[in-house]
């Protein structure tokens, strides 16, 4: 994405298209695409509406970190553990993120390119590579993953269901790019960004819920 701004295509998962801030990104280099896919909330954490039902849905084995980080004290932003074969499994279980192929993997933690050749100005905000359980607001709970495939990078969000279920809710992938994603945040704040150089044209950008409760993970 350095040299290559993207193309943005959002999809709905169920129920036809669905435009963040109005309209989609234009296109701007056809040799770097980006992917995006959005679903619908659940209608509260304990119930799913007959419209959502069909949407695939995935189990992780045993008493998931996932499940025993919501135990603890509910931040809007909490750090997590997940294992590569727990993110094979979330990714292996959406089509729409075949794209990133069998063997997805985590960054480095300690690869930090997406601040090197930055100079914007990042008081007070954290950036991790790590996955994050975000509460964008109280009831709400998605973990969000930046990862690599073999010639991809993506981020992508998945509901938190009853049950130890998980549920795409919107995806991010950039095509021919496997340069470090961080996530970053304010502690107190609900927004919640990411970034291949933060806040270098094209190669940051944020995810929201909005009020028809979906998912965007939009460039900016």
Known sequence: MRSRLAVAIALALVGGACHARGSPPTARDADAPVLGSTAPAPQGIASISSQESAA?????????????????????????????????????????????????????????????????AREDITFTTVPLLWSP??????????????????????????????????????????????????????????????QCPGETGHLSLREDRHVVIVQD
């Open 56 to 120: 695939v849905t995935v189990a992780l084995p045993g008493a998931s970190a996932i499940e025993m980080a919501l135990a603890g004290p509910r931040h809007r932003f909490r750090k997590t553990a997940l294992t590569t074969d727990d993110l094979a499994r979330l990714v292996s279980a959406s089509p729409e993120l075949a794209r990133i192929g069998a063997e997805p993997s985590f960054f480095d933690v300690g690869d930090n390119q997406y601040l090197l050749r930055s100079k914007a």
């Open 137 to 198: 607001e109280p009831g709400t709970e998605l973990l969000v993953v930046t990862g690599r495939g073999k010639a991809t990078s993506f981020i992508a969000a998945w509901w938190l269901l009853p049950g130890g279920q998980y549920r795409l809710a919107s995806s991010f992938i950039m095509l021919g790019e496997i340069a470090p994603v961080a996530l970053a945040y304010k502690r107190d704040e609900p927004d919640l960004w990411w970034t291949s150089c933060w």
